[in-house]
């Protein structure tokens, strides 16, 4: 992992462990990397799977345009 990567991984870990100002939350989510969440896969072309999403994950969800998730 790259300094900036652990960086990030570290600005992440505090926010969720505080209450951190919304505007620096939304900044961390503009910079962000597209990380999937913890087991996710395709089951069939438009169906994904995964673990439970957390806030790392929210640019990667976003970016695959889904409709609803259950």
């Not at 990030?8 to 505080?18: E, G, H, I």
């Not at 503009?30 to 996710?40: A, E, I, K, R, T």
């Amino acid at each position: 992992m790259d300094v900036g990567a652990s960086q990030t991984v570290a600005f992440y870990d505090k926010c969720c462990q505080t209450e951190e100002d919304p505007e620096i939350i939304s900044k961390f989510l503009d910079n962000s990397l597209l990380v999937p969440p913890l087991n996710f896969g395709m089951v069939a072309p438009g169906i994904y799977r995964s673990g439970f999403p957390n806030l790392r994950n929210h640019n990667f969800l976003l970016s695959l345009g889904l409709k609803k998730i259950m």
